[in-house]
């Protein structure tokens, strides 16, 4: 017998109440819940973060059971802050998205996850017309992975490879390839890259950028080490472009006319970037000794 006590919610009774009235509105209450609509269940376990809906949830009555590991609970799925609490297990990212996913019957619409591997981006791959916002910083994917797994992603209109050292101007150009609806690339690097002695020029990612996203609204790629014929390119080809951020990319000088046409755009943020205060502040999406760890963890797969 289990010892789960089950709440009922009774009306007030009054003294001419029977135990069968009592009965009927029992099984009256307990049929309400359970024949409730799942779309308006999943509303409910939308408010929860994904590992409490899935630790939580399966622990209770079957129709709630059958919607949390069905698709309306998952078009949003952000683990990012359960992956940083997790960053120890080399696969829990990746074990977590592939569940998710499947429940989702593959109609997820945002997927937000940090230390994504092959395996969890191979399910990602898959998800077709439904997806519209992919974050994945800080995951060790590579450019074969993603030239090998990456399919048609038609909606998607937001991609987040920030910190993703692996991959190159090679993988950039495959997403842009597969997604025909990108508006917003996050791009983000560490300041520790920009900072080796073999940090040459390179425009080839910028390159790859103006090359194959050519509708982007808007663009963030801090600490790259593009100079100013990348920035140019981008500000030539992204007709669309009103938001660039380039700080900390400090190989760019905007000589020329790319400042000029730097200022024209809505909102730009240039290549001066105080180091001072990077150490102070922490990154805004975790914090510098996270970013580290990822890169080593990287370097040393």
């Known amino acids: 017998m289990s010892n789960k006590k089950r709440v009922v919610v009774l009306p007030p009774t009054t003294d001419e109440t029977t135990a069968e009235d009592h009965h009927h509105h029992h099984h009256h209450h307990r049929r309400r ?43 949003e799925i952000d683990v990012q802050p359960w992956c940083l609490r997790r960053r120890r297990e080399v696969d829990a990212a990746d074990r977590l998205v592939r569940k998710l996913i499947r429940w989702s019957k593959f109609t997820v619409q945002r997927l937000s996850t940090y230390h994504l591997r092959e395996e969890g981006f191979f399910v990602i791959s898959n998800c077709g017309r439904s997806l519209k916002v992919l974050e994945i910083p800080r995951s060790s994917i590579t450019d074969q992975m993603v030239l090998k797994h990456i399919k048609p992603l038609p909606n998607l209109q937001v991609l987040d490879i920030s910190y993703c050292y692996k991959i190159t101007h090679k993988g950039i150009a495959a997403f842009g390839t597969h997604c025909r609806s990108l508006v917003d690339l996050k791009r983000n690097m560490s300041p520790l890259m920009l900072e080796e002695e073999d940090c040459c020029l390179d425009d080839s990612e910028a390159k790859a950028v103006a090359a194959t996203m050519v509708g982007l609204r808007r663009i963030e790629l801090r600490f790259g080490r593009f100079g100013d014929l990348g920035v140019s390119e981008i500000l030539t080809k992204c007709k669309w472009l009103n938001h660039l951020n380039i700080e900390g990319s400090g190989k760019v000088e905007l000589g020329g006319d790319v400042m000029e046409k730097c200022e024209r755009l809505e909102y730009f943020q240039g290549p001066e970037y105080d180091y001072s205060d990077e150490f102070l502040s922490g990154s805004e999406d975790g914090t510098d000794e996270i970013d580290s760890a990822s890169k080593s963890e990287s370097e040393s797969d």
């Open 33 to 75: 819940w359970e024949s409730m609509n799942p779309e308006i269940l999943s509303l409910i376990f939308s408010r929860l973060a994904a590992d409490e809906i899935v630790r939580s949830a399966l622990s209770v009555c079957k129709p709630w059971m059958e919607t949390v590991a069905g698709p309306y609970c998952w078009q």
